[in-house]
């Protein structure tokens, strides 16, 4: 072979390496549709455990789905709480024909009656979601519960009204009770007749 054919020969050898090369890149960048499920619920929320208010509550939150292909997406959800015993509404959440949807769900939570004073309890929201042969985690959120602080003082005394003459001396005892769910200071009153005395304890 010639000059001018060795020349012609490393012209196609390097033209195809170019082709296969670049053909190489192309596969590579295609990138399929996207999709994303996230939550988000009640950044905050006050809880009454006193025995009138039952302790329940409800958090509220959205469910959103982000795909860019048609295929249905099924979200599965639950609640984890440190307090109580949380319930959602609805556990699995199906969205068709992509794009941007969204879906309203509520949590329902029920606190211990007497459940200490707290500010730092919580309830986390997670999922999991499937499109076809893809799955992922859902992008949980999480919500702070306060426990909210009540009195709630009982007094027992095995004798509760004593009456002695002058310069007589009677001895009684009196159990308190903190029937609340917090550290809380009581006012005591003793009567007698117009008079009275205040003890603080």
């Known amino acids: 072979m010639g000059y001018r054919g060795k020349a012609i020969s490393i012209f196609l050898t390097a033209a195809l390496t170019s082709?296969?090369?670049?053909?190489?890149?192309?596969?590579?960048?295609k990138a399929?549709?996207?999709?994303t499920v996230y939550v988000e619920t009640d950044d905050v929320i006050e809880v009454d455990v006193s025995p009138d208010a039952h302790g329940s509550y409800t958090i509220e939150g959205i469910v959103h789905c982000r795909s860019g292909s048609p295929n249905t997406v099924t979200v599965h959800l639950w609640a984890e709480t440190t307090?109580?015993?949380?319930?959602?509404?609805k556990?699995?959440?199906?969205?068709?024909?992509?794009g941007n949807q969204s879906e309203l769900i509520k949590i329902l939570v029920e606190a211990p009656e007497f459940t200490s004073a707290s500010n730092s309890e919580s309830c986390t929201l997670k999922g999991t979601w499937q499109q076809g042969t893809t799955s992922d985690d859902?992008?949980?959120d999480t919500t702070t519960i306060i426990i909210l602080p009540f009195s709630r003082p009982l007094l027992h005394s095995s004798a509760p009204m004593h009456t002695k003459e002058r310069g007589e001396t009677s001895h009684f005892q009196v159990t308190v009770v903190n029937g609340g769910n917090c550290q809380d200071t009581y006012p005591f009153e003793i009567i007698n007749g117009e008079k009275s005395n205040k003890i603080n304890r």
């Open 138 to 140: 859902v992008d949980s």
């Open 91 to 98: 556990e699995e959440v199906i969205f068709r024909g992509g």
């Open 19 to 29: 082709m296969v090369f670049i053909g190489l890149i192309n596969f590579n960048v």
């Open 32 to 35: 399929g549709p996207v999709t």
């Open 83 to 89: 307090v109580g015993i949380a319930n959602i509404d």
